[in-house]
């Protein structure tokens, strides 16, 4: 496979021969080894960030951000609209970085860095609106208000289903807002991370901005953990398991930081009798197996009437046959490899799992086998019929397996739906206006995003992204999300020659 994406993004082989990929000049003699799930091929190395590495970026962090908090807002906007136009030219070989190095399909990826490339536009016209508010004193010529600030030093830390685009979704908000940002990529896609490290800072240093102003530290979760515990990094932002979040947010917690959560999702898609049938199979089809499954927004469970129960059953058992499994470069397969072998083992776990709990599979699955498949990541999506209280099915498996569920009313349906500790996304299929009120009011679904006549998979950026109980409350992208990135000050003015004091206290000296 041709791979002159890699030297356009500076992933080129070094002088020393010793890596097809990128290394660092950095001072650490570890290096994270990046292989493909495409091909099992080696592409290329990133340096492991060491204590004393951290220590640097932390401080040049820390007096960039000295700096960049006095530009103003609109100035910084017209840095992050000269990284989208950057992210415009590259676009091309970084979508195909994307699904190299992470497995998703081609045109995937070409719409993950779209993502960034909307975020980017979205930051733009928000440097322009970090609007405070107005209030009326009840003391005679006192003016209030309040105003949002910068925060400091924000830490990402992303994962490797959308290696590029949530970075993004966090640090252009963050920037605008006026803070500066270290970025704890997935080790699992480092060459992603500076892939768009080596883009930005070609404009940073256009600008004439200081480099610290945007960061990369690499590693496991050793590196992770130096963001996390750092008294000097007011807000973590964290997108991962909910296993990971809950030792993230005890740990931000403990040294009263703040934490925006973006953890794992167990989404579901009500079908009722109501629906339009070639609608719920879109939906429903890509939601499950588009990223192989390893997507937080997956659709991990269908909940169908019993009334069209078969109907559902044997039309998404047919359009599943259909589907086309192997290189995600290729634009006519639909589905690419899961990211690794440890994937690919947890795929296997699920599926006897759910054979224990007294489940059965309509669409088999299993690892698939031959030249094309070589790298032993790619499985077959499947399909099995279970309860919703089966202990499987309550946890959220990265993998493509769709769960069927049957109900009798749409009360029952409500709550199989919201009976799951996670609560990130969720839709129903229906033509019934009746339906998709009662779905989207407060007795209905309890996740961050609710869908009505589209999957649970997707979502623009317009919209605050996030959702509830184990999947961590956080939000990110658009709406007011940005005000995560900000600390709020109110402010009261006395332009009087006295000093009221506040309820009509007495205080007479």
């Avoid at 006026?178 to 800072?201: M, R, Y």
């Avoid at 102003?213 to 996390?228: A, P, Q």
């Avoid at 959220?396 to 799951?420: D, G, H, R, W």
Wanted: proline residues 4%; charged residues 25%; aromatic residues 8%.
């Amino acid at each position: 496979m041709k791979k002159d994406f890699l030297k356009k993004l500076g992933l080129k082989k070094q002088n020393d021969g010793t890596s097809t990929g990128l290394k660092s000049t950095a001072t650490s003699k570890e290096y994270i080894d990046s292989y493909s799930p495409v091909d099992g091929a080696f592409i290329g190395s990133a340096s492991v960030t060491s204590k004393k590495e951290y220590e640097k970026v932390v401080k040049t962090a820390q007096k960039a951000f000295a700096k960049w908090r006095t530009i103003p807002a609109p100035q910084r906007g017209e840095i992050v609209r000269q990284y989208g136009e950057e992210l415009r030219k590259h676009k091309d070989a970084l979508g195909r970085l994307v699904s190299y190095e992470m497995g998703k399909s081609l045109q995937e990826g070409f719409g993950e860095v779209q993502e960034m490339i909307d975020i980017c536009d979205f930051a733009v016209g928000l440097s322009r609106q970090l609007y405070g508010l107005t209030m009326h004193s009840e003391r005679p010529n006192h003016r209030m208000y309040e105003q949002w600030h910068p925060l400091g030093v924000v830490g990402i830390i992303s994962a490797f289903n959308f290696p590029v685009a949530v970075w993004s979704w966090n640090s252009m908000i963050a920037l605008v807002c006026g803070d500066v940002c270290i970025w704890k990529p997935s080790e699992k896609t480092p060459l992603c991370a500076v892939a768009c490290q080596n883009i930005f800072h070609k404009v940073l240093k256009a600008n004439k901005i200081p480099e610290g102003v945007c960061s990369i530290i690499n590693g496991d979760y050793k590196v992770g953990e130096m963001l996390t515990n750092d008294r000097r990094i007011p807000l973590i932002s964290a997108t991962g398991s909910t296993r990971m979040g809950k030792i993230v947010g005890a740990a931000v917690a403990a040294r009263l930081g703040r934490s925006l959560l973006e953890l794992g999702g167990n989404n579901a898609i009500i079908v009722t009798p109501n629906a339009d049938m070639s609608v719920v199979l879109t939906g429903a089809v890509f939601g499950a197996v588009g990223t192989a499954g390893q997507r937080c927004t997956t659709t991990r469970r269908l909940i169908i009437h019993e009334s069209i129960y078969d109907e559902v059953k044997k039309k998404i058992t047919k359009a599943y046959r259909q589907l086309k499994i192997g290189n995600p470069l290729n634009p006519k397969n639909h589905v690419g490899p899961l990211i690794d072998k440890d994937a690919v083992q947890n795929y296997l776990n699920s599926i006897k799992a759910v054979k224990e709990e007294g489940g059965s599979f309509v669409v088999a699955g299993g690892v698939l086998k031959g030249k094309e498949y070589e790298s032993g990541c790619y499985v077959k999506p499947c399909i099995a019929e279970v309860e919703n209280n089966f202990e499987i099915v309550q946890h959220e498996t990265f993998a493509p397996i769709l769960y069927l569920i049957k109900y009798k009313n749409f009360s029952e349906a409500l709550a199989i739906q919201n009976n799951v500790p996670q609560g990130l996304s969720s839709a129903i299929m229906t033509d019934s206006l009746r339906e998709a009120e009662e779905f989207l009011s407060a007795g209905g679904s309890d996740c961050g995003i609710a869908n009505v006549n589209i999957g649970t998979s997707g979502a623009e950026i317009g919209g605050a992204f996030g959702g509830e109980k184990e999947t961590g409350g956080g939000r990110e992208s658009g709406s007011d999300a940005w005000k995560a990135y900000m600390r709020r000050q109110t402010n009261t003015i006395n332009f009087s020659k006295e000093v009221p004091l506040a309820q009509g206290i007495k205080f007479d000296l």
